[in-house]
């Protein structure tokens, strides 16, 4: 809440300044809230472009004000926060744009990459999992989640990202991902070894995890 009472009374302090007809450049679909709050995200990365970084900071804070579930905003102003040496103040920006904004899987991997960053691991990996959630075949998702995974040293997890994520390639169309990433699962495999729940031992499993293993091993 009191992340939430930061932004609304910082931003409700800011007089709202937007190009004349810059809502008639949107779509007729989007509302109008929105499309202001987009022409104001593009201001701010203006004012930011050319190291104005109190007006691009105020841009941003606007269109939060105006449209709050408008999760480009969020990104611009934590992102600024991080190049300006406080990653903590960025990590607040995410974290309140992931409470306003249902399934904000862009929020949860610009918070988990500043994480990553700081060595936070675990922290990013959770993040990285709910993003994983919202969109399973994002390919930049499973990629963080798999680097987070082995930072962690977790193994067998990421093994099970790395299957994920040459499957979700492949289907993608994305070959070159695909051998790259399958290249990974067989080193994974091999480090993980009798603990890999696919190939394991079998003694005792059925004729799924047998067909499964068979996959595996012909890889």
């Not at 949860?108 to 990459?113: D, I, M, P, Q, T």
């Not at 390919?139 to 798999?146: K, Q, T, Y």
Request: proline content about 3%; overall charge positive; charged content about 25%.
């Amino acid at each position: 809440m009191r992340a939430v009472a930061w932004v609304v009374c910082v931003a409700a302090a800011l007089v709202v300044v937007v190009r004349p007809g810059a809502a008639r450049a949107q779509a007729p679909d989007v509302a109008w809230p929105t499309a202001q709050a987009a022409e104001l995200t593009r201001q701010g990365r203006a004012h930011e472009a050319r190291g104005d970084r109190d007006q691009a900071q105020r841009r941003y804070l606007e269109a939060i004000e105006l449209d709050g579930s408008y999760g480009a905003a969020y990104l611009a102003l934590g992102e600024l926060h991080e190049r300006g040496g406080d990653p903590r103040e960025g990590e607040r920006v995410y974290a309140v744009g992931i409470d306003h904004i249902s399934g904000f899987a862009d929020g949860y991997l610009a918070r988990a990459r500043l994480r990553m960053r700081q060595r936070r691991f675990e922290d990013a990996a959770s993040d990285l999992g709910a993003a994983s959630s919202i969109r399973p075949d994002d390919l930049a998702v499973l990629e963080a989640l798999l680097g987070a995974r082995v930072a962690m040293s977790a193994l067998p997890a990421a093994l099970a990202v790395a299957r994920r994520l040459e499957a979700a390639a492949r289907a993608a169309g994305n070959e070159t991902l695909a051998a790259e990433t399958r290249v990974r699962a067989r080193a994974l495999a091999r480090l993980v070894g009798e603990a890999d729940p696919v190939t394991a031992a079998a003694v005792g499993r059925g004729a799924l995890r047998a067909a499964l293993a068979r996959h595996a091993e012909k890889r």
